[in-house]
């Protein structure tokens, strides 16, 4: 666990650096609880189903979020190293994520009765992002989408602070960058807009003392729901107007 230490106390000294107009200790007890949650989610490194997740979340970053709202405003709201509902959000739209290997059915995990129930936060995307995983050949390994995340926020100071702290509470550290080498290829990407019949189940769904329901959804069977990334991409721009 040396270097993740190491890498801790530069990060520390590094945000210190930066806020010295600040108080030191309230940067250093907010920065050391960043990396609590980074111990608790991965000690030891990510799972290859936890980096194919967070490599799908910085495609949307980047590529979608970025695009449709600008780089301070896609890192605000960057909210799934948090563990939210969602892994993008502001009050009136919510967009989750999801990776699924391109080898198999496009079948999705929920994580509980509320991440689809678009009533909590007015308009809600799903998308969901087919991955060819292996070990060598084509594709990029998580430390190198990064590294492409990081060039592209370069020049936007904020947006790559928060950056930074939010990879930290993802669990990601480039002391384990070693551990990463599993290349990763973007096969295909599918946007739905999650509302009405959309199949889910949701808190009025259950019966009284039924709650944190994990399920499946198949979504080859919700193209009724599908929109063109283009239609996305507009959608998350009109939420995000003032």
């Not at 290997?101 to 999705?108: L, M, N």
């Not at 599918?190 to 994990?214: H, K, N, Y």
Request: proline content about 2%; charged content about 25%; some cysteine.
């Amino acid at each position: 666990m040396s270097s993740v230490f190491e890498t801790l106390i530069e990060d520390v000294v590094k945000t210190l650096s930066a806020d010295v107009a600040k108080d030191a200790l309230v940067t250093v007890c907010r920065r050391l609880d960043l990396w609590k949650h980074f111990f608790a989610v991965s000690r030891n490194g990510l799972s290859l189903n936890q980096q194919a997740g967070l490599f799908a979340e910085l495609t949307v970053l980047i590529d979608v979020m970025c695009t449709a709202i600008g780089e301070e405003s896609a890192a605000h709201a960057w909210y799934g190293p948090a563990g939210a509902l969602q892994d993008f959000a502001n009050d009136r739209l919510g967009v989750e994520v999801k990776s699924v290997s391109s080898t198999g059915p496009a079948i999705v995990t929920i994580a509980n009765e509320r991440q689809l129930d678009e009533r909590l936060v007015g308009d809600l995307l799903l998308a969901v992002y087919k991955l060819d995983i292996r070990e060598t050949g084509e594709g990029l390994t998580l430390p190198r989408k990064i590294e492409a995340a990081r060039k592209h926020l370069a020049g936007y100071e904020s947006a790559s602070a928060m950056f930074e702290a939010k990879l930290i509470r993802s669990g990601y550290s480039d002391a384990h960058r070693a551990k990463y080498v599993h290349r990763m290829t973007i096969r295909s990407a599918a946007w739905f807009r999650v509302a009405g019949s959309f199949p889910r189940i949701t808190e009025q769904d259950l019966p009284t003392g039924v709650s944190q329901v994990s399920y499946k959804v198949n979504v080859e069977s919700c193209q009724e729901w599908e929109l063109v990334p283009e239609l996305a991409i507009e959608t998350i721009r009109r939420a995000h107007e003032l």
